[in-house]
């Protein structure tokens, strides 16, 4: 054990700066760069850096035309942007409490479960923590789960697959999901009696982009199916954009059953009932173990309890998982 303490003891010696100098120079590329970016001298961040080095006992970076990070230089890496997260996060929490505010979250959304759970999570919160400011941020699974490893986000919402669970960071699944088959008011396929899934081939399909996670869990659930795949004739990952590309026109699209029956009831679209049942998946929140969050787990709470909302009224072909 002593010897691990001693072989250990620069971690001791690492300031806070060595930390920023080693991200500016990774984002950088150059110690021009980045010197320039933290407003030093070049000499000065080259002081840092070679002290930096002295302290791990070996390069950090390669030198050549642009600074790439070495093996230990990238592990060292992780760690700043994890205490450099965690470090600014817990500045920004303390400063809320001071001004008033209870606590501040940054949540992360998949889009396909944003426009349902999490609002009425938010809300319920809100009615026991008035105080609580919230910034949602809406992205693709992997550019949130490294921005919650970076302390960055406190939480992602929205359905998970198997990256989340090989992560690392703590996962918990809520609900699962269907897709409905949707199209404007007044739409051709609305007015059918018994509409069918080969009825729509005659129709242009508003699709999320492939890649993302809504059109992979849609391939799967028509494969399985065994129904013919639909052509796309625009790929959007924007709400908005599909909502307007509804109004007024043929097209039809699919969305997470909660989120149709949601905008149906606000007579935006009508759901085309086809008879084939297809599944969405399902929906749940990751979070990094040692979130600095403090009113994080309120939050949690809050969703678990309005996920059992949802499933048990039913909404839109939710069910628990």
């Known amino acids: 054990m002593e010897t691990a303490s001693t072989d250990l003891a620069w971690t001791r010696r690492l300031k806070l700066r060595h930390l920023q100098v080693l991200a500016a120079l990774e984002s950088a590329g150059s110690v021009t760069a980045a010197a320039k970016a933290m407003h030093m001298t070049q000499p000065a961040l080259s002081h840092w850096l ?5 302290l791990v006992g070996t390069a950090l970076f390669l030198r050549g035309r642009k600074l790439e990070l070495t093996e230990a230089g990238r592990a060292l890496w992780r760690y700043a942007c994890r ?3 965690d470090t600014a996060r817990t500045g920004e929490e303390i400063e809320a409490v001071k001004g008033g505010v209870a606590g501040h979250l940054h949540i992360g959304t998949i889009l396909s479960a944003a426009p349902v759970l999490l609002p009425r999570a938010i809300a319920a919160l809100h009615q026991r923590s008035p105080k609580v400011q919230i910034e949602l941020v809406e992205g693709l699974l992997e550019p ?3 921005r919650v490893e970076r302390r960055e986000i406190d939480l992602i919402i ?4 198997v990256r989340a669970s090989r992560s690392g960071l703590c996962t918990e699944w809520l609900m699962t999901d ?6 404007r008011r007044g739409h051709p396929l609305a007015e059918l009696d ?4 080969e009825d729509t081939g005659a129709y242009p399909w508003v699709l999320p982009p492939p890649g993302t996670l809504s059109r992979m869990r849609l391939d799967q659930a028509v494969a399985d199916a065994g129904m013919p795949p639909p052509r796309p004739a625009v790929e959007t990952s924007s709400l908005v954009a599909l909502l307007s590309m509804l109004q007024g026109r043929d097209y039809i699209a699919t969305l997470a059953s909660s989120v149709a029956h949601m905008y149906e009831q ?3 679209i009508r759901i085309i009932r086809v008879p084939s ?4 998946g399902p929906i749940g929140m990751l979070w990094a173990a040692d979130s600095p969050s403090i009113v994080l787990p309120a939050l949690r709470d809050t969703l678990r309890e309005e996920a059992g909302s949802l499933v048990d009224t039913g909404n839109g072909g939710a069910s628990a998982t």
């Open 158 to 161: 929205g359905p998970l697959d």
């Open 194 to 197: 018994a509409p069918q899934w």
């Open 178 to 183: 269907t897709f409905s088959v949707v199209a």
């Open 266 to 268: 606000l007579n935006l």
């Open 144 to 146: 949130l789960m490294e």
């Open 277 to 280: 049942r297809l599944e969405f």
């Open 50 to 54: 070679s002290d930096m080095e002295d």
């Open 83 to 85: 205490v450099l997260g």
